[in-house]
């Protein structure tokens, strides 16, 4: 074997070269759409090319003109800042007629090294000649025909026009027989066809349409009106109304036996996701993650998706935050979309499992009930700066404390070793049962700056909530927690709730509450501020002997 020494400097600027190719093929990412899937052999489609990166030459189309003509083509380039990143993305537009019907996938293509996706495009036959169609007329059309209440029909408008034509007018085609909801689906598409060896241009359409009541409902016409510009004569004003059609809508079908209680909710898909704002990922005693819930139907509003019941859950509590409402438009349609937020916290450290969530919702494909799920998970707590358990009584502590057996080594040793042991003991029990005391009573008074302090923050703190401030009154009480328990000060809310009389704990909960839920500008102080008038002449009630103080939000 003979291996031969390669210089350092040859050796960077191989790696140099080696990255800068991996640079460009990551710059050169290419993408390919076409407007539309599914044409008529006589109608022309934009087949669209968009390339990031440098790339400047135009793409060789030669594999696809084997089964389109190239009616026309544009070019043109763009800057984008994307993360503080300057980007350039060349796009080219080419307008394609088929050479005749059947299924075709467009192939990739190369641009400056990199490949496209492939595109899959159906032609269909183009329809029976008509020897005396119209310089403009209308087609509609209306899928599926017999809808479910509630559900999305999708209605297509296309107009075709022979004649130059100006000042032109198209409206939304009337609903009539019954209540429902029109909704426009996007920009209108354009394209070139042919009917009877004459050439049209074509303005296409679309509407979502959600019937609110059974029976038939009539869905047109629409009306298009324009200046029209003849090859002779005078210009005219034509206006002209489409067809109407005929939708039998269906009832809404009963729930099923195991979700009595559920919504209708027709879609073509449903799913139900869950996600982690946090990056950690961890969970620590009385410190909030954020819980994200999204809901996504195809076929269904945004203002349709209901709000979504928690499952009840031990070790924690959840706060829901306002949702997020969108809607995207797709080929199918209108694709709903709600996220639910929740500020979850945890109660105790240890092993705590979130339960699962199920969704029912009708499959209008499949004419079935469905369930989108989410599983239960467990979590495990990790005890932080101050968990949130009950006092242990003294006995309890020393028992949990004892130190680990140590090894022989020989007979002094073990005797030191206990006689350390004996003293550290004592010294743990002495100090747990002084926390304790200082605790329950407040028998021992305190220093006259730290009491003229507890007054002045006290004071503040009564003052933002008469003024109904929840942030400002969820700050001060964590500066006067510090103060009043300054040998292990409370983290959180919640914690600080578990060490004060049952009035004021309540009227914690209520401020937790407002702070991680939606509620903020509805939060009433007044509560608070008349229970903290009595804070430091009450005494401390034991915590095994109340309720637990929260509100019944989520559990």
């Not at 007629?97 to 996938?105: E, S």
């Not at 979504?308 to 349609?333: F, H, V, W």
Request: charged residues 25%; hydrophobic residues 40%; proline residues 8%.
């Amino acid at each position: 074997m003979v291996v031969a020494a390669v210089p350092g400097r040859t050796i960077v600027l191989i790696s140099l070269a080696a990255a800068a190719l991996v640079s460009h093929a990551q710059d050169a990412a290419v993408r390919a759409t076409v407007d539309r899937p599914t044409v008529r052999e006589n109608e022309s489609f934009v087949y669209s090319i968009v390339a990031d990166g440098s790339g400047r030459d135009d793409p060789d189309l030669s594999p696809i003109e084997q089964q389109f003509d190239v009616l026309s083509q544009s070019h043109r380039t763009r800057i984008e800042i994307v993360d503080g990143q300057r980007r350039q993305v060349a796009e080219w537009d080419y307008e394609l007629f088929p050479m005749g019907p059947g299924r075709f996938v467009l192939p990739q293509i190369d641009i400056a090294g990199a490949l496209s996706n492939a595109v899959e495009i159906e032609v269909l036959p183009a329809p029976v000649s008509d020897e005396q169609l119209a310089d403009i007329f209308i087609e509609v059309d209306a899928q599926p025909s017999t809808p479910y209440v509630q559900s999305q029909v999708l209605f297509t408008l296309r107009l075709f026009v022979g004649v130059s034509t100006g000042r032109a007018t198209l409206t939304a085609p009337r609903v009539s027989g019954g209540e429902a909801i029109v909704e426009r689906l996007g920009e209108d598409r354009q394209y070139q066809t042919t009917r009877a060896g004459k050439s049209f241009s074509v303005r296409e359409r679309r509407y979502a349409i959600f019937p609110q009541e059974t029976g038939l409902l009539t869905v047109g016409p629409a009306t298009f009106e324009a200046m029209v510009v003849p090859n002779r004569g005078f210009s005219r004003v034509q206006r002209l109304r489409s067809g109407s059609l005929e939708l039998d809508v269906q009832p809404a079908v009963a729930p099923p036996p195991e979700f009595p209680n559920a919504v209708w909710l027709p879609a073509r898909s449903l799913t139900l996701t869950e996600d982690w704002v946090d990056e950690e990922g961890r969970f620590s005693p009385g410190v909030p993650r954020t819980r994200m819930l999204t809901v996504e139907a195809d076929g269904l509003l945004e203002t349709q998706l209901p709000e979504i019941s928690l499952t009840p859950a031990t070790g924690i509590r959840q706060y829901p935050d306002q949702p997020d409402l969108d809607r995207r438009i797709s080929e199918q349609g209108v694709q709903g979309r709600r996220v639910e937020r929740y500020a979850v916290i945890a109660q105790n450290s240890g092993e705590i499992e979130i339960p699962g969530q199920e969704l029912a919702w009708w499959n209008v494909v499949e004419a079935r009930w469905a369930i989108a799920r989410i599983e239960p998970s467990v979590v495990t707590v990790i005890p932080g700066i101050e968990p949130v358990f009950d006092e242990l009584a003294p006995g309890e502590a020393e028992a949990e404390s004892e130190p680990l057996p140590m090894p022989p080594t020989s007979n002094y040793w073990p005797a030191v070793s206990a006689v350390l042991a004996v003293g550290w003991l004592a010294t743990l029990v002495a100090w747990l049962r002084g926390r304790t005391a200082g605790r329950v009573a407040s028998a021992t008074p305190a220093p006259p700056a730290r009491r003229a302090r507890n007054r002045q923050l006290l004071r503040k703190l009564r003052t933002v909530c008469e003024q109904n401030d929840a942030s400002a009154a969820h700050e001060l009480l964590l500066q006067w927690a510090e103060l009043r328990f300054p040998e292990s000060p409370p983290q959180s809310l919640g914690v600080l709730a578990g060490r004060l009389p049952r009035a004021v704990a309540v009227e914690i909960a209520v401020l937790e509450a407002s702070v991680y839920g939606a509620g903020a500008a509805e939060w009433n102080g007044k509560g608070l501020a008349h229970a903290l008038k009595g804070v430091d002449s009450v005494a401390r009630e034991s915590s095994e002997d109340r309720p637990d103080p929260l509100l019944p939000l989520y559990r």
